[in-house]
């Protein structure tokens, strides 16, 4: 799989599980405030991926109050300022219709991802795809443009990650997919076919007490982003791993508050 690295850019823009920007290896960092429009623009620019997003979606998104002769007047002056900030005029393309962010000169994660996934040949390729992706893209960007990107990577993402841990089942290779489950957790916990793919597997090894701890996590979470209790699949899991402790004369395991997962190494 031919894929450029960030070194292969002089500007790497880190988006999933994080905001940063490097130029030339050195972080994009503020001694005052940071300027808030040039880099609300870049978010959204990031948000269309390379293709970029067009003038008038970003007046509507970015300058929802003004008419769209003065957006595209703003978006211009922004193009500006941001093209300062990042150093190079390049770095920003603008046509008639969109503006985007020059591949050539800049390498983003949430790119690199998809094109990542978008490639994979076998599972080693997919899984290392999928390491890109460390945490929801642009959390704190609220407009309609990042939102939509934003449920776009994250199927992405569990989509791969549970084709991935399907086949690994399949085979029997339960410990891989254990690790594979509690990377993809640690990233973005809020799927509960992941977590239930964990508690099957943590059943399967015997360890009933991991999946009565994967269970009140999921239920938690469940609780805390959807306002909903676990479905009927994942709760029977978590019976049948009580059930099979009792048939073994064993306590039943510890319910009390579940500890966080461990990291892949």
């Known amino acids: ?30 001694v005052f405030k940071a ?39 703003a978006l211009y002056a922004t193009v500006l300022q941001l093209r300062k900030l990042l150093g190079r005029k390049s770095a920003v393309k603008v046509d008639p219709a969109r503006v985007a962010l020059d591949p050539e000169d800049c390498w983003v994660d949430s790119w690199a991802f998809e094109h990542a ?40 993402f569990f989509r791969s990650v549970l084709q991935l841990g399907s086949g690994y089942e399949r085979i029997g290779d339960t410990q891989s997919a254990i690790d594979l489950y509690l990377m993809a957790l640690e990233a973005d916990a809020s799927c509960e076919d992941v977590h239930r793919g964990l508690m099957r597997c ?15 996590r999921c239920r938690a979470m469940l609780a805390r982003h959807f306002g909903t209790e676990p479905s009927a699949p994942t709760e029977k899991i978590y019976r049948e791993a009580c059930s099979n402790r009792g048939a073994l004369g064993l306590p039943p395991p510890s319910v009390g508050p579940a500890p966080e997962y461990a990291s892949m190494s």
């Open 117 to 156: 996934v978008a490639e994979a040949r076998d599972p080693t390729e997919l899984l290392w795809a999928l390491r890109f992706y460390r945490g929801m893209f642009l959390s704190d960007a609220e407009h309609s443009l990042a939102s939509d990107a934003r449920q776009r990577l994250r199927r992405t």
């Open 1 to 30: 799989m031919n894929m450029q690295s960030a070194n292969s850019r002089p500007i790497n823009i880190y988006t999933l599980g994080r905001f940063d920007v490097v130029l030339d290896g050195v972080p994009l960092r503020f």
């Open 202 to 216: 943590l059943a399967q090894e015997g360890q009933s007490s991991a999946v009565a701890a994967a269970f009140l």
């Open 35 to 73: 300027p808030r429009k040039p880099l609300v623009l870049l978010k959204a620019l990031l948000s269309g991926g390379r293709a970029g997003v067009s003038q008038e979606a970003l007046g509507a998104a970015l300058w929802p109050e003004l008419e769209q002769w003065s957006a595209v007047k």
